[in-house]
């Protein structure tokens, strides 16, 4: 700690600049980290270290020698216990770089063969399907590729690799189905599996009203490169969850624009989007 606080200090010295650079970075990782833990099963972890590098300053300064010496030799084990502790935070934060973005430049681009492309029409075919679904309020969760493949997940449900239409994803997800129960996975514009079981998110962020559907959904993106569309059997709505985040639609129609934006280039996009916007003027 002490080695810490004096490299902070020797930043003030040499090339103002260069410090001033090498301090924004470092607040900025730092924050980044605390916004990657806050309300998360990590944030009680990081308050529990906090309260042992706090007893182990108490028992340094109060001079309880056992109480300190068992303490000391706990921290020899601290780099591995963090490790292990911090595991799914610490894949999740390595995921990040992969998609650090300002604006439209993405620093690492994809490479080759990471998400499958995806067609307007599965775009279409999507909404129209969503649309339906939540006026049936009929629950529905459909999980999309954007990055490495989902074989773990899509494994563990009924294969189907059958194109991606409205009629198919609504006989799916029908309550006398026996595949209704689980998770859908799209890979560009194909349904790969049917039924699948999703890892359950534990954030903190999430309200308590918010139920298993929507707890999976959320869950296999804080993991995985993907997006998941989750449709409220009770109450009809359209949500949607990326990077660990949930966000509630007021309709379909901000579904399509926030599957063209993640799914599709804006350059593809827009001039369908154009033409789908003057038709329904002229309606």
Known sequence: MTEFFSRWLDAFNGDPIRNAIDILIVTYVLYRLFMLVRGSRAMRIVLGIAIFVLVLALSNALELRTLGWLLDKATILGPVALVILFLPELR??????????????????????????????????LVAAVAELAAEKTGALIVIERGAPLEEIANNGVIVNAKVSAPLLGSIFYEGNPLHDGAVIVRGDVIISAACRLPLSDSNRLSQN????????????????????????????????????????SNHHELRDFLNRELRSDEESAPKERIRRKRGEVK
Do not use: N
């Not at 681009?109 to 279409?124: D, I």
């Open 92 to 125: 999740q934060a390595i995921e990040g770089f992969g998609r650090l973005r300002v604006g439209k430049l993405q620093f690492i681009p994809k490479f080759a063969g990471m998400g499958m492309p995806t067609e307007a029409q599965t775009v279409e075919e």
């Open 210 to 249: 918010v139920h298993m559907r929507h707890r999976a959904g959320v869950g296999v993106t804080e993991q995985l490169d993907c997006i998941s569309i989750i449709v409220s059997e009770e109450r009809g709505s359209i949500s949607y969850a990326k990077e660990g985040r949930l966000r509630k639609l």
